[in-house]
Nanobody, 125 residues
Framework: HVQLVESGGGSVQAGGSLRLACTASGYTNSNRCMGWFRQVSGKEPEGVAVFDRDGTTEYAESVRGRFTISEGNAKKSLFLQMNSLKPEDTAMYFC????????????????????WGQGTQVTVS
């Protein structure tokens, strides 16, 4: 089993930056695809970005060029650097992981990810 814990959320003004972190524990060696989803209350989770162990990344069009996903040491941490934040980026951000490789066409589908963290709130005003 894998546990994911997010941190780094908070409130920021439009144009500002935040860096989210996800720490994985448990049987993390099997994690192949890790990433970030976000959810606004009353709406479905939206894929933000994913990172495959082979270094491949995928981004939602709405964040491309502003957000950067990266992996930490020992493959037990994941980061999301968010720059030029907009009010529409306001959401609960979740770290996700799965043992399968990231799917370049379907990576944004929530059902592909077995493990989810509890989320960290990002508010942009």
């Amino acid at each position: 089993h894998v546990q994911l814990v997010e941190s780094g959320g908070g409130s920021v003004q439009a144009g500002g930056s935040l860096r989210l972190a996800c720490t994985a524990s448990g049987y993390t060696n099997s994690n192949r695809c890790m990433g970030w989803f976000r959810q606004v209350s009353g709406k479905e989770p939206e894929g933000v970005a994913v990172f495959d162990r082979d270094g491949t990344t995928e981004y939602a069009e709405s964040v491309r060029g502003r957000f950067t996903i990266s992996e930490g040491n020992a493959k037990k941490s994941l980061f999301l650097q968010m720059n030029s934040l907009k009010p529409e980026d306001t959401a609960m951000y979740f770290c996700v992981a799965d043992r399968s490789s990231c799917n370049s066409r379907l990576w944004h589908h929530r059902d592909l990810y077995q493990f989810w963290g509890q989320g960290t709130q990002v508010t942009v005003s």
